[in-house]
């Protein structure tokens, strides 16, 4: 089927009902393609609102651009044929999106760029122009309807909505459904044949060549793809609402037997073991184990009441259920994904423990009326930090929901030696407790990327080092005093609240150097 869109005779709604729904598709598209990008890139980039911020900005500048480039084309002259063009173009630069995506990671990868130039640069070559050929399609098409009905505010109004229609439906459908049960891939590839099946009504009049010529340019990006695997080759096990779940034999970190670690997008989230549930081979879990044998002393270790923000490998909630008699597990993890991969390849048996599927925070305010002994912190993804679970106002909960002489931990990463969001965590913590200390395993010699354990009470003083009671030879040292007085003044750093979480300029070093890579 094909229109004529230099027909100027007014009344002809039939070709403007299809002009409408080519705009709602492409809309829709462009939307599909902007949240996939998320997921596409969190297997090399991870996720953080510095990665959405370069997809937010670059497709709306791809789409500035194409409106522009689209209402200049339609005043010069653009008809059915420049859309069909336009579309055909789109989808294969949406299928080249997982050619370049496998020429480029490499490169990028092996570069010495900070993590903020690098979001950026990926998103830039891989999704500009689909957006700005798609942004082409609606001023071209509501500019060619306006020559068949003259009812102007009617035509402009109801093509600028059904754009606007699109773009919300392509959003909910690709963060609700699509990435769940067809994974990035398959949804740039199908994205890229609906494109080409929308222009071939508008190409059906064109010169034969030019249909030929986007067959062939897709049959090249076909076999360049085929040849380099990669832009095919999905690294994620499973891809769930939240995550790229990957699944990765750690046996060699393992003393003996088999041991398997739990990879979110592109960060290890805890190492398994398959015989010996107790190991806790990550130092850092290590020690928040080794915190609460320390923190509860002589005291009676059976029957505490253990809450997890974050159950990720499971590694931490299965060791305690192994290492402390009769303890009381309770989970909450916020992907169901994640749980379910845990016990299919992470050895966990989910009866031993209460787990839900919720945010930790609105967990703890459900079970209002219950108290813990300790609560874990294990929430943060890499850079990615849940701004909700840093501020004092949880500080509040957390000290409300714990009993007298509880214990919190968390573990955060942050830059050595000024770590100013690990500074600014004790600061905000302090407003509710005690005793708030950091600590480390060692102390690098020379700036980098360290994942800091926080400890916070209102009854235990703590002693200068830690060594390991089970487990691992391994000797942790309390930072706190050499860390609140070098570097940034306590002074100038903020104590966070549900109001103002800056938590990317405090980890501005992570994003702006090579710390973060």
């Not at 060699?252 to 290890?268: K, M, T």
């Not at 609140?484 to 405090?506: H, I, K, N, Q, Y």
């Amino acid at each position: 089927m094909a229109f004529n869109g230099q027909n100027t005779t007014p009344g002809r709604r039939g070709p403007v009902k299809w002009y409408a729904l080519t705009i709602f598709l492409s809309s829709a598209f462009l939307m599909v393609l902007e949240i996939t990008a998320g997921r596409l890139l969190a297997p090399y980039i991870g996720v953080s609102l510095y990665s959405w911020t370069s997809i937010i900005g670059v497709v709306l500048a791809g789409l500035s651009l194409g409106n522009w480039i689209g209402g200049a084309w339609a005043d010069r002259g653009g008809n059915e044929r420049s859309v069909g063009l336009t579309l055909g173009a789109g989808g294969i630069f949406s299928l080249a999106i997982l050619l370049f995506l496998s020429i480029l990671a490499p490169l990028i990868q092996a570069s010495t760029l900070d993590l903020l130039s690098v979001s950026f640069l990926y998103v830039l070559a891989l999704f500009f122009i689909p957006s700005a050929l798609l942004g082409i399609v609606t001023p071209l098409l509501t500019t060619m309807a306006l020559r068949l009905d003259e009812r102007t505010g009617h035509i402009v109004g109801r093509l600028h909505a059904l754009a606007a229609l699109g773009s919300i439906v392509g959003t909910f459908l690709t963060g609700y459904w699509l990435v769940q049960y067809f994974g990035t891939r398959n949804i740039v590839l199908g994205t890229a044949v609906s494109m080409f099946l929308l222009a071939a009504p508008f190409l059906w009049r064109a010169p034969r060549r030019l249909p030929a010529i986007i067959l062939i340019a897709t049959a090249c990006l076909l076999a360049g793809v085929t040849y380099t695997r990669q832009g095919m080759t999905n690294p994620c096990d499973w891809e769930s609402n939240y995550f790229c779940i990957r699944v990765v034999d750690e046996s060699d970190r393992a003393p003996f037997g088999q041991a398997r670690a739990l990879v979110l997008d592109h960060l290890i989230h805890g190492i398994s073991h398959d015989s010996e549930p107790g190991m806790l081979i990550p130092a850092y879990m290590h020690l928040m184990d080794e915190l609460v044998l320390e923190h509860f002393g002589g005291q009676r270790l059976e029957g505490l009441d253990f809450f997890f923000a974050g159950g990720g490998s499971y590694t931490q909630p299965r060791a305690v259920r192994a290492l402390y008699p009769d303890a009381r597990v309770t989970v909450a993890e916020l992907d169901p994904a994640v749980t379910q991969t845990a016990v299919e390849r992470l050895f966990l048996d989910p009866g031993t423990m209460r787990i839900f599927h919720s945010d930790a925070r609105m967990v703890l305010h459900r079970l209002g009326q219950e108290r813990f002994d300790v609560i874990v912190g294990d929430v943060f993804h890499d850079i990615a930090i849940p701004y909700h679970l840093v501020t004092r106002e949880y500080a509040g909960l957390l000290r409300s929901r714990l009993k007298p002489g509880g214990l919190y931990t968390l573990n955060v990463v942050d830059a050595f030696p000024d770590p100013v969001l690990v500074k600014s965590l004790l600061k905000t913590l302090a407003t509710e407790f005690e005793h708030v200390n950091a600590w480390m395993e060692t102390l690098p010699q020379r700036p980098e990327r360290v994942t800091f354990v926080i400890a916070a009470s209102n009854t235990h003083v703590v002693p200068d080092s830690l060594q390991a009671q089970r487990g691992f030879e391994r000797v942790w040292y309390r930072v706190t005093e050499p860390l609140l007085t070098t570097g940034t003044a306590m002074s100038e750093v903020p104590v966070l609240t549900d109001d103002a979480v800056p938590v990317e300029r405090l980890i501005s070093s992570l994003l702006l150097t090579q710390l973060g890579r």
